[in-house]
Structure formats: C-alpha cells, structure tokens
C-alpha cells in the first residue's frame, strides 16, 4: 500500500484564491519532507524541506509568503499556495525520506495537479 | 552546471530492444536513486543504490563510485516501460537530493 498519501490530486480554483495540499506519511514518522513542483515535460524542482516543529528551508526563488509550509505533525506536512494565480498552475508533489531502517529511501506523494482559473 | 546529468533527454525504443540510460552526478553521495514517473505523475522508486549493482526483474541498475556514474537498464522492454525516467543523488552528510532532469521514454509495440 501507499507509503505516502497526498491530497487532493487534482484542484481548479479561481485566481485569488488559498489552496491547501497535504502530504500524510502513513507507515512511519517523519521529521522532514521535501516540496517539490514540476512544469510538463520538466524535471522535479525542489522547492522546500518541511522540517517538523520548525521553520522550513526554502530554496532560492521560491517565495515563503507565497508558498507557505507548516509540518505540524511528524505525519503531516501542508503547503498552502496562497493568492494563486494562473501561472501558480502546475503539478505539486510530495517526497518523504526514511532515515531509519534503510536510510535514505524515498517515497513520493501521488501529486497534486492545480489549476488556477 | 547541474549536479546530476541523466542522458539520453529522449529515447524510443521498439518493443524488446535493450535499453540504458545513463546519469553522471558531481556531488559526493551516500546513494543514488532511479525513480520511474509515469504519464498520470506518480512517482516511484525503482532502486536505491551505493554500490555495486541491482537487479529487479527486467530492470537492472549500476554503480560506479569511482567515476560518479550510474547506470539503469531495461531488458526486453515493453510498452508499459514507457514512463521518465529520474535519477537522483542523495548528497552524503546531509538531506539534499538533486535530481536529474529525467529521460522520456517510449516504447513502442
């Protein structure tokens, strides 16, 4: 089964609007998980690190306010995409490193497709 | 320059043809992965590699640390292999990843 659970997987709003997608880890718990964003027919850009009961790490480019993280739990990271705008539209995923047992492995969210109108 | 290079960009391959995609990282790393997403967007991992070599099913993947070069073949390929193809290196003492830009591939019946 799913290691990892993103959702929702696909979301259509209006520009001006917040969105909210979750990232659960569903089999172990997890002190960091990665956001990243991807453009068709482009490679996975990391956009974050979530790092639970702390702030995030940011890539360069990508903006805090814009992009908000909170890692709340160690099983559940949110971004929050706020006042989206059209060229906010792309494909989010999620990625959870187990560092315990085998460390290192990675497990990725389903995706979460948004489409600002 | 990125971190991590992945050749070819494109590849399309008639239906059990032998096929491999090559990735070449600049960083030290503690592993490597390859990691198959398919149209819908899913990503999963497909091997977890530091050394040597290894083997699941059709799909074998290689290593070689010295020349910070990594190998994933498929054998006997299928249409269903059809997918991008992504490697990424995890930076050693620390929790970067850095990904490659990905290989497209098409298999065609």
């Known amino acids: 089964g799913a290691v990892v659970s993103q959702h929702p997987s696909w979301v259509i709003c209006k520009s001006g609007t917040s969105v909210k997608i979750e990232c659960r880890s569903l089999d172990f718990q997890a002190t960091t998980m990665f956001w990243y964003r991807q453009f068709p027919k482009q490679s996975l850009m990391l956009m974050a690190t979530s790092n639970e009961g702390s702030k995030a790490t940011y890539e360069q480019g990508v903006e805090k306010d814009k992009f908000l993280i909170n890692h709340a739990s160690l099983t559940l990271s949110t971004l929050t995409v706020t006042s989206a705008h059209p060229e906010d539209s792309s494909f989010y995923i999620c990625?959870?490193?187990?560092?315990?047992?085998?460390?290192?492995?990675?497990?990725f969210g389903e995706g979460s497709r948004l489409t600002v109108l | 320059k990125n971190e991590v290079e992945q050749s070819p960009q494109n590849l399309t391959a008639q239906e059990g043809e032998f096929i491999t995609i090559n990735c070449s990282y600049s960083v030290g790393i503690s592993a490597l992965h390859w990691l198959q997403q398919h149209p819908g967007g899913g990503i999963v991992s497909l091997f977890m590699l530091s050394s040597g070599k290894k083997k699941h099913g059709r799909l074998i993947a290689t290593i070689n640390i010295q020349e910070k070069h990594s190998s994933l073949h498929i054998t006997a390929s299928h249409p269903r292999d059809s997918a991008v193809y992504i490697c990424a290196a995890h930076r050693e003492n620390g929790n970067q990843f850095y990904f490659g830009t990905g290989t497209s591939l098409t298999v065609i019946p």
């Open positions: 990625s959870v490193p187990r560092w315990a047992g085998v460390p290192g492995e990675l497990f």
